[in-house]
């Protein structure tokens, strides 16, 4: 059974920095593409960014481009999200969302989700 | 960006009835398109994908139809675990995005 738990989530001060993980299981992690996903409080959902399988490939939305990056190591089945100049609109629940199987590539479209973590920028 | 807009953004309906929500893309984006099924406090769920595709263990009552700009999602007949919000998702190009999202009331 696949399985995604987010954790690194919290409150933190604008400017300021945060690493979210996701540990996956249930399924071969190198051969799939993972993203990340975000949900303002009480608003719809934006992709935030996306890598391959073999982690040669990411992309990003123009909102978080230039602050986060997204990683992943496979010998530990965990994505991760470095987030940094971090600003009240980052605020939000991240999702880390398993792409739909497209060997490896980035498909696009996520079949399985985490549930989630808060993070709160405030001061 | 590609927009995706969502129509409506609230329906009130009944068990039984049958509803159609739609979701219009600024650009073509072919049959690249997900539907997803939220429910509140949990993550969203896939139900179709390249426009009409269902996910495997989604009940037939739902289907999608549509290509290029103009897609729907209809549940043939409503019950009472359907009432969540709804999002569109295109996957035609980077960045993705998403419908602002149509939210499924009980009437």
């Known amino acids: 059974e696949v399985h995604l738990l987010e954790s690194g989530g919290g409150l933190v001060q604008p400017g300021g920095s945060l690493r979210l993980s996701c540990a996956a299981s249930?399924?071969?992690?190198?051969?799939?593409?993972m993203s990340w996903v975000r949900q303002a409080p009480g608003k719809g959902l934006e992709w935030v960014s996306s890598?391959?399988?073999?982690?040669?490939?990411?992309y990003y939305a123009d909102s978080v481009k230039g602050r986060f990056t997204i990683s992943s190591d496979t010998s530990k089945s965990t994505l991760y999200l470095e987030m940094n100049t971090l600003s009240v609109d980052d605020t939000a629940v991240y999702y880390c969302?398993?792409?739909?199987?497209?060997?490896?590539?980035?498909?696009?479209?996520?079949?399985?989700w985490g549930q989630g973590t808060l993070v709160t920028v405030s001061s | 960006d590609i927009q995706m807009t969502q129509s409506p953004s609230t329906l009130s309906a009944s068990i039984g009835d049958r509803v159609t929500i739609t979701c219009r893309a600024s650009?073509?984006?072919?049959?690249?398109l997900a539907w997803y099924q939220q429910k509140p406090g949990k993550a969203p769920n896939l139900l179709i994908y390249k426009a009409s595709t269902l996910e495997d263990g989604v009940p037939s009552r739902f289907s999608g139809s549509g290509s290029g700009t103009e897609f729907t999602l209809t549940v043939s007949s409503l019950q009472p675990d359907d009432f969540a919000t709804y999002y569109c998702?295109?996957?035609?190009?980077?960045?993705?995005?998403f419908g602002q999202g149509t939210k499924l009331e009980i009437k």
């Open positions: 969302a398993k792409d739909y199987p497209f060997g490896g590539v980035i498909s696009g479209y996520f079949d399985y």
């Open positions: 650009q073509s984006i072919s049959s690249r």
């Open positions: 998702q295109q996957y035609y190009t980077y960045s993705y995005t």
């Open positions: 249930g399924f071969t992690f190198s051969s799939y593409a």
């Open positions: 890598i391959s399988g073999s982690g040669d490939n990411t």
